[in-house]
């Protein structure tokens, strides 16, 4: 989860789990690390409280985080935000898509959040094509749980 004061959230007053780790703990104490595809499948809802479905997500529009460096090479990367912090592209709010519990690929435009990548995030993984992964069953049920023995 990033930092919501490099997004337009900050603009709206709004805060997030990332911001406030970063302000309790101090920003060299917390690793801040985000995620992008270019395209792919995903599993989230498309409302909070609606069913876990497997969804589709449509090329990156151009311009956007995820279609600059798919732009790059169609391959998987890590990029390391200290890497990053002299380019002067970056230091300005670039769109990035925001893939969550909660994803509507109807409204495609409206997923992107402007972010200023290597403040918001301490790292980025980028999977140019991602799969679906397979949710863990939730029904109550007489049997140790998929994640036994942890728990997780």
Known sequence: MGDARYTDMAAGGMVNGGQLVRQEFGAGKVYAIGSGTYQGTVIASPAWGAPITTMSVPRAVP??????????GARDK?????????????????????????????????NYMPSTIPKRYDAFLFIDRTTALHPLGTAARNEPPDTY???Y
């Open 78 to 110: 890590i990029l390391l935000s200290p890497e990053l912090q002299d380019n002067a592209l970056l230091a300005k709010p670039i769109g990035h898509r925001a893939i969550g519990v909660v994803y509507d690929p109807s409204s495609e435009a409206g």
């Open 63 to 72: 311009g956007s985080w995820e279609s600059l460096l798919h732009a790059m």
């Open 149 to 151: 023995p942890s728990g």
